[in-house]
């Protein structure tokens, strides 16, 4: 009986590209022969990226895929997702087209997915601490603020710099994924964390170097800070809707049940009574501080056992494996390439 062949997997990157003319040719020819086809996408470019590309890359892998209007970052990856899960990519990754990222880190990104260790794999800055010295102390600080609103809204306590844009995902994750829905803009790296954790799907982070050149960031923090709250918040509230009550209900749930209405009603009632203290000029009976206070601790209480649990529930079994994706570990030593891959 003719055993029938695996196919191999392959590698495929996909570029956003929106002001990026001086840096795109050097990302592309920077891109190794483990990558078998690359997505530039010209999210209606004011500096004609995709144009540029086309005239002057000979990079046989490349293909560019153009946007009417631009669409955010976001907007482009999915793009490039759609045309690659199109061609049969096993793995995608995402490489920024300002030069921030180092295309020789694809392998370090791709292979835990096809070893069958994770879903989506992300670069962390924050690994080495020495190479933080380049990232801007603005940068830095919010970064760091925002890794850790990130945990609480998108579930994945275990990793760090949730804004980094060098990603890398499984087709078989990445065509389950509600396109539709995920954010298009700044908010898309943090959005997708949130939506990967609905599916259980097991994320990893990668060691890298902060790296930064002449590129310049289209990110005002006074008027985007405030919707990255407000998404973070409304994440926060759908993860807990649909982990611990709409798919499962455990003690978690029932800690988190009568954690926030102890605390609610402990600072309700104690904010009551003593406004209310205030106004007779008298002082509250110690039977009242208690009626208070109480409620306030045993809720803080169930509400750490909550957090507690939260911490532990972060998905360990890759979605992939369970949709019946056998891991590429035992195959060829890294993916086919393309034909004729090479800088170009």
């Not at 055993?3 to 050097?26: F, K, S």
């Not at 800055?125 to 925002?146: H, I, K, Q, Y």
Request: net charge positive; with cysteine.
């Amino acid at each position: 009986m003719t055993v029938p062949a695996v196919p191999e997997p392959m590698v495929a990157v996909v570029i956003p590209c929106h002001r990026v003319a001086r840096q795109i040719l050097g990302v592309i020819r920077a891109i190794g022969p483990e990558t078998a086809r690359i997505y530039v996408v010209d999210d209606a470019c004011p500096e004609q990226s995709g144009r540029l590309v086309e005239a002057q890359c000979r990079d046989p892998r490349v293909r560019v895929v153009y946007h009417g209007q631009n669409q955010g970052v976001g907007g482009a990856v999915l793009t490039g997702y759609r045309a690659a899960l199109a061609d049969g990519a096993t793995v995608m990754v995402k490489l920024d087209g300002d030069g921030q990222h180092d295309p020789a880190l694809i392998p370090a990104l791709a292979q835990p997915i096809l070893a069958g260790l994770a879903d989506y794999t992300k670069g962390n800055r924050f690994f080495d601490l020495d190479g933080l010295a380049a990232m801007p102390s603005l940068r830095l600080f919010g970064n760091t603020v925002l890794s850790f609103v990130t945990k609480f809204s998108s579930g994945y306590w275990d990793i760090f710099d949730p804004t980094n844009g060098f990603t890398a995902i499984h087709a078989a994750v990445a065509a389950r994924l509600p396109f539709e829905h995920i954010a298009r803009r700044y908010f898309f790296e943090s959005d997708l964390l949130f939506r990967l954790n609905t599916m259980r799907a097991v994320v990893l982070d990668i060691p890298m170097r902060a790296r930064y050149e002449d590129e310049t960031s289209g990110l005002a923090p006074l008027r985007v800070v405030p919707r990255f709250m407000a998404g973070h918040v409304r994440n926060f509230a759908k993860r807990l809707g649909y982990t611990y009550f709409l798919r499962d209900f455990s003690m978690a749930s029932v800690q988190l049940l009568l954690g926030i209405p102890l605390v609610a009603f402990g600072v309700l009632f104690g904010a009551v009574q003593w406004m209310e203290a205030e106004r007779l000029g008298t002082s509250a009976s110690a039977g009242t501080v208690m009626l208070a206070a109480l409620p306030i601790i045993l809720g803080f209480q169930f509400l750490l056992f909550f957090l507690s649990y939260d911490m532990q529930n972060v998905p360990r079994l890759p979605y992939h494996l369970r949709l019946g994706a056998a891991p590429a570990e035992r195959r060829a030593s890294f993916p086919r390439t393309g034909a004729g891959a090479g800088p170009g």
